[in-house]
């Protein structure tokens, strides 16, 4: 199983810029895919981005070119870079793991970590 913590959530303007951090209980190259959803009250959570062990990655239509998905074998960590960002940019962002393609979701889930952004 995997553990995932996210860190790195917090208040910013409009137009400024957070990095928010998942950290892995285990070496992220035996995880297939990791990403990021997340979800805004009373709005349905979306993908936001991905990332596979291979270093493929993607992204919502909404943040591309604003945000850059990352990894850190060495730290076990995978990161969400956000620029330019917006007050729809607000919602709680969950990190993760392990993309299981008989249920087309992901096994493992951190518990979120909250990025509000101010107008």
């Known amino acids: 199983q995997v553990q995932l913590v996210e860190s790195g959530g917090g208040l910013v303007q409009a137009g400024g810029s957070l990095r928010v951090s998942c950290a892995a209980s285990?070496?992220?190259?035996?995880?297939?895919?990791m990403g990021w959803y997340r979800q805004a009250p009373g709005k349905q959570r979306e993908l936001v981005a991905t990332i596979t062990s291979g270093g493929n990655t993607n992204y919502a239509d909404s943040v591309k070119g604003r945000f850059t998905i990352s990894r850190d074998k060495a730290k076990n960590t995978m990161y969400l870079q956000m620029n330019t960002l917006k007050p729809e940019d607000t919602a709680v962002y969950y990190c993760c793991a392990e993309f299981n393609l008989a249920s087309n979701t992901y096994n493992y889930w951190g518990q979120g970590t909250q990025v509000t952004v101010s107008s």
């Open positions: 285990k070496p992220i190259a035996g995880i297939n895919a």
